[in-house]
């Protein structure tokens, strides 16, 4: 089994590389990067025969088709802007594939292309990472024992930074769009559109996690779940994070240089030269990321310290009584499920056990054989029922 990792340099993606070079079924893992200096480190950390490298242009649709060709399946952890070129090189080369996110409008171009997939033989997974993916087959378990679905309610806690030290916890381009743009909810059977950063709420998480201040986000989950539950009679769904797992100063100083226009994708004059604010902005603050070993290397403490608790609260009714279903994976480290998640459904997908067509995570994959997975790289998932007499 050859599994191809298109930006699998990146923070997230290199967890996956990791984690598909020591599954024994898989024969190879193409690291495909754009950045070769920081994919040879990857491959150096690693250590394993299984992982071959290669340079990768996701503008360049010809060299995408050649890396792919003989792959079973390409885990794409670029950011999200390139996850309709990626699907397109994929259909050429006739390879499974699957991605950590389309935030919100993306994911739903993406599903167009279902039917192109599916005549083509190919199965392909969106949204398939930490948040969106885990909640999505938290949601599913629970839909799977409702009659009917009031409502959907996704809380992603983040263990927030001992100090105001500005790191940013996954891809900055992503973090930044999440910051500015309007998250979207599903209420009453319409999407809307919301402030960034409104709805706050506190949230208790698993300890050590605790109580966290909760806001809205523009997230997939939100983008495919009403849509797949649809006929349960989903009134409301939303997805929180708390600051995104950075501090609150440095989230509002973000948001500060957002207000006087360095998040603008209008190009500006600038003596002489031609200048987009929002890509500035995201090179400048590029450099306050963790190193790439952090996301490599054992987690520094062991359960039950967790550090990340994704949670999805469902509320319903079964033989005519309410019941809501929370749904609690929790991790000691808290990229590893971002890495992990894909990784294993590139492998599904590889073997087969998916139909062919485009899908949201919740329509396509079985999730107590995928949360029993998970529990293997200790990320555990636990279920409560509560029920309204």
Not at 123 to 146: E, F, I, K, T
Not at 178 to 201: C, D, H, T, W
Not at 247 to 269: N, Q, T
């Amino acid at each position: 089994m050859r599994i191809t990792v298109i930006g699998g340099a990146g923070k997230m993606a290199c967890i996956g590389v990791q984690y598909l070079a020591k599954d024994p079924r898989v024969d190879e893992v193409i690291l495909a990067d754009f950045d070769l200096k920081q994919a040879k480190i990857v491959a150096n950390y690693i250590k394993s025969s299984k992982v071959t490298v290669k340079h990768l242009d996701v503008n360049n649709h010809q060299e995408m088709v050649a890396v792919l060709k003989g792959s079973d399946a390409c885990f794409n952890g670029t950011v999200y802007y390139s996850n309709l070129p990626v699907m397109e090189a994929c259909l050429e080369a006739g390879v499974h594939y699957t991605d950590m996110g389309g935030l919100f409008f993306t994911t739903h171009k993406q599903l167009e292309l279902s039917d192109r997939f599916a005549e083509a033989g190919i199965s392909a997974v969106l949204g398939m990472g930490s948040a969106p993916g885990v909640p999505n087959l938290q949601a599913r378990y629970a839909a799977d024992r409702l009659d009917d679905i009031e409502s959907i309610k996704i809380y992603d806690g983040i263990m927030p930074p001992p100090t105001d030290d500005p790191k940013f916890t996954y891809a900055v381009p992503t973090i930044v769009d999440e910051l500015i743009m309007e998250p979207m909810v599903y209420r009453e059977g319409e999407f809307k559109a919301m402030k960034p950063l409104s709805e706050f709420e506190h949230y208790w998480f698993t300890k050590p996690i605790g109580t966290l201040p909760m806001h809205l986000s523009l997230h997939s989950e939100v983008a495919t779940l009403p849509l797949t539950f649809k006929e349960k009679g989903v009134k409301e769904c939303f997805f929180k994070i708390n600051y995104w797992g950075m501090s609150k100063v440095v989230v509002e100083k973000i948001r500060v240089l957002a207000d006087f226009g360095f998040g603008s994708k209008e190009p500006v004059d600038v003596k002489g030269q031609t200048i987009i604010p929002r890509d500035m902005m995201v090179s400048l603050l590029s450099g306050y990321v963790p190193k790439i070993t952090e996301y490599l290397a054992p987690p520094k403490n062991e359960p039950p310290d967790w550090v990340k608790e994704i949670v999805t609260e469902v509320h319903g009714t079964k033989d005519g009584q309410e019941v809501t279903y929370r749904m609690g994976t929790v991790t000691c480290k808290g990229a590893l499920p971002t890495g992990v998640a894909p990784a294993i459904t590139a492998i599904w997908m590889a073997e087969g056990r998916l139909e062919p067509g485009v899908f949201p995570p919740e329509a396509a994959i079985d999730p107590i054989p995928f949360f029993k997975e998970l529990e293997e790289e200790q990320i555990f998932t636990q279920v409560t029922t509560t029920q309204k007499l």
